[in-house]
């Protein structure tokens, strides 16, 4: 049989690179740095379950006998105290952990956003309501209560009877304000995916073409901090109005960002999916019963061969492939290149 002319059997997605014509907008690579998303957290009472609940541990019964105070119904803090003993024969109610995100734009008091719950005990939230939750905020030395809670539980999964959602439970009872500006400056963050030495260079480059400042306070104004972050002055014709600034600025295009080279597997899907310009050094390829040679990358990969001499991980794969490789053993192999020092990108391993 002859390995260099095969076709493919694993799921494979190839990202090939796109047309130099390709562009994208900032707004898609990169956020403006203070609007990021908020979560709050607080601890809540959950009642309505049918012998689910567990209240005979110290935090629930605590919960409890809070809730009734505050509804005014106090129990005696004498002991012994047989009331708050009654309090541990309770199967109906669960203390739980409660968490809400506020989205990076911020909110407004009166906003409604989705909680999550998670209880602490007991054996399953299914058919409860969350009876209140109150929320802090992001900082632990801020004391401020930002949210309330309550509503019907639903279960996010049947299979995890312990966590459940609340739609549009939570209620903002404070503004919460994402600032992004500082010392007269936005700055740019590229997400994880384009954050690169050269993409930050081109970044700066475009917004300085955009002469937004005196000629020669462009480098002053626009600079590259580092491979994510890049700090953009406000112009004097945009300090009272940074927004209309920024949102220019976001819908400026790039063309054809440059990325890291890199393959995600995923064992447990049986999926690879791999940038299309992933080379691989000279390697002979050895499992099982297969062989493939991929010293020679012109005999090896005729088409896809351009600037370099290298092979493309993809057409490794494609042989494989056509030879009917199982996925799991392909993935081993990619795994083998890698640790050799082969695979000149970066391998990415979905749980």
């Not at 803090?77 to 047989?82: A, F, R």
């Not at 909680?115 to 109150?134: I, N, P, T």
């Not at 009272?240 to 600025?249: K, L, M, N, R, Y």
């Not at 000279?282 to 062989?291: E, F, G, Q, R």
Request: hydrophobic share 40%.
């Amino acid at each position: 049989m002859n390995y260099k002319k095969l076709l493919a059997a694993v799921c494979v997605v190839s990202v090939l690179a796109g047309p130099a014509t390709a562009s994208v907008r900032l707004k898609n690579i990169c956020r403006v740095k203070g609007q990021e998303e908020n979560t709050l957290r607080g601890w809540g009472l959950v009642v309505g379950l049918n012998g689910t609940g567990e209240a005979n541990d110290p935090p629930t019964m605590r919960a409890i006998a809070q809730a009734m105070a505050v509804m005014g119904n106090p129990l005696s803090t004498t002991t012994p105290n047989p009331a708050f003993d009654e309090l541990k024969k309770i199967k109906g109610a669960a203390l739980v952990m409660v968490t809400a995100t506020v989205p990076a734009t911020g909110g407004r008091r009166g906003d409604r956003v989705d909680c999550h719950v998670a209880a602490l005990s007991g054996k399953g939230l299914e058919g409860g309501r969350l009876a209140f939750a109150a929320l802090m905020g992001p900082n632990t030395k801020d004391q401020r209560v930002y949210a309330l809670c309550e509503g019907q539980l639903t279960l996010d999964d049947p299979k995890l009877p312990m966590t459940a959602i609340v739609h549009a439970g939570c209620q903002l009872e404070a503004d919460i304000y994402t600032p992004f500006i500082k010392n007269g400056a936005i700055t740019l963050v590229l997400d994880k995916n384009h954050a690169d030495f050269q993409t930050a260079i081109d970044v700066v480059r475009l917004i300085r073409e955009k002469r937004y400042y005196d000629a020669g306070k462009e480098e002053e104004a626009v600079r590259a901090m580092d491979a994510t972050n890049i700090v953009v002055k406000i112009p004097e014709a945009y300090e009272h109005d940074p927004v209309d600034f920024a949102g220019e600025i976001l819908e400026i295009s790039l063309i054809d960002p440059q990325t890291e080279s890199r393959v995600t597997i995923n064992s447990r899907a049986g999926t690879i999916v791999i940038s299309g310009d992933l080379e691989i050094g000279d390697v002979i390829v050895s499992h099982k019963n297969v062989v493939v040679d991929a010293t020679q990358a012109p005999a090896f990969s005729a088409i896809d061969v351009d600037k370099s001499n290298d092979a493309k991980l993809q057409t490794l794969v494609d042989q494989l492939n056509a030879l009917k490789v199982p996925t799991a053993d392909t993935i081993e192999i990619i795994k083998g290149i890698e640790r050799s020092g082969k695979l000149h990108g970066r391998l990415l391993i979905d749980q």
